[in-house]
């Protein structure tokens, strides 16, 4: 028998780099997807739904999408990502009428029973606002026994993308991202300053496009879309895939070097609000409670990605 | 008949208001829903349940919620209510139980389930209300108000030199609920004693007022006056002469009889999340109109200022009796 597949549930607002997350996970033989979960990020609650969803019915995937939280906890609910991810919060491809069903577990509800009942650990991942999962360890403590770790895409320890300080995952709810930074169990950081290296140059696209099943086509169709207006809005190339780093280091956590660190994140309503500060330097005493990824290994990274796209052939 | 919601971090005073509350006949609790604050959570819960059998009516559901704040950490009154909460009295265990739903579901279910809007109590932190607000923010509009023990005016210490101990268990969780917008009536601490600090607006019982409720030889009486002794001896330490301050009791008189309301006015209250001396304060502005900063000011609680001493003790006697 192969080792044990690592469990985990995506946490997310899909998001063009979140389905690319989901498209990754929900196949590969290192990872047994239980669930996705949804709250309010790049788009609104309803929308991101639909998206995974969509994600789900186009890509033959059969686990329950659940609805989370329709707002942060203390911040006032921040402008939608339309820029970046259309109006849709997917634009790009065309998806045919949507037949798949929400499931009726609210998403905190839907963590806390799948943490209690599973006999294994089972990994988080957030890719969107933390909302969920922090409303999940509050609302159930209990739950922290049975999280292996939080694996999320957010923040840098360099500089951010919605302030100079601060990036968009965390700053979407910055509180919530405290209490999963003080939770005590291992957090890993996919922040921007990994991230923004993997930019899906239109080189990757045709390299995807030659593997022509239905999760190269949506990669695709994804990608053209989303390079559209990093171009516009960032000027660059190619749009980064933030949050498939996740799901990348999960599966071969070698393409990631991290670094194990005092992290917290400034909730204290000034400048650098939701600034992921990053101690780097050992310079507090605190007790070391980030994974911060430092470096990835980018063709490594895009050699994974193509291989979970092969995995629907 | 209004129906109701009470969230309560069940300890002496709660005991009392609980008892005050499903005696009334003029009041139909849906459930107790328990949360941290003045005790820890399986405390709370516990004692709530205790109350429910004191108060010898037919059981109403207790749910147990959030067992800490939102965000900062966890603090208690052990030495204003004894390590039990109820001063250690060695009670028996309660036989009622707790119900297996969490105190959050619960208030989101029976809020959808109602017709018309409930009215919710809340005598401790406002964790489990915020908390419901934020996953499930269609029930707003199913809350018809919210009366709250919690708060201070300006110049009155409590727990710290600006705020009140129900606010200061999680001054997040109060800043949801003010901002809400849901109507809010609340009941500040200093109103719960010495009211505007004229006679007739006392509501702090002393020793005659103490033996005159034990006279009453009910168990009822019996197991409010045993269970605020360590309170009792706080209070009296704390001013200087013999009375028992009961906040949640007079919260309860406010919400069900508001004729013994001698005097409130409105106010836009924020509470303050940022300040090193001011964490935790209900900041009342009694001004409406514009601001100078161009600010609109609306106002989003009505405070109760003075409460009708003897209406209230003749309410506490009533339920008691």
Known sequence: MSEQRRRLIID???GHDDAIAIMMAARHPKLELLGITTARGNQTIEKITKNALDVCQVLDIHVPVCMGMTRPLMAEPRLVEARIHGETGLDGPKFAPLTRKVDARHAVDFIIESCLTSDQPITLCPTGPMTNIAMAIRKEPRILDKIEAIVFMGGSYQHGNVTPAAEFNII???????IVFTCGRPVVMMGLDITRQVLCYPSIIERMAKIDNKASHLFCDLMTFFNKTQKAVFGWDGGPLHDPTTIAYLIDPSLITTKLMFAEVDITHGQSYGRTNCDIFGLSDAQKNVHVAMKIDVEGFWNTVETCIRLYS | MPKYLIDTDTASDDAIALIMALRDPSCEVLAITTVFGNVDIETATKNALLSIEMAEVLPVPVYQGMDRPILRPRIDALDIHGQDGLSQQNYPNPSLKKEAEHALNAIIRILRQEKEPIRIICLGPLTNIALALRKAPDIQTKIQDITLMGGAQLGYAGYTEVAEFNIFCDPEAAAIVFNSGIPLTM????????????????????????????????????????????LYAFCSKLTGFKNLQLPDPTAITVALRPQGILSSYTAYVQVDLVGPLTYGQTVINVRGGTALDGQVIRHNVKIISAIDGAFFKAHLTESLS
Do not use: W, Y
């Open chain 2, 187 to 230: 009941i500040p601490l200093e109103v719960c004693s010495i009211g505007n600090g004229k006679v007739e607006a006392i509501t702090s019982l002393n020793a005659k007022e103490i033996a005159a409720l034990r006279a009453l030889h009910t168990q009822r009486a019996q197991f409010a006056m045993n269970s605020t002794q360590t």
């Open chain 1, 12 to 14: 997310c607002d899909p």
């Open chain 1, 172 to 178: 979407a709810d910055a509180e919530a991202a405290a």
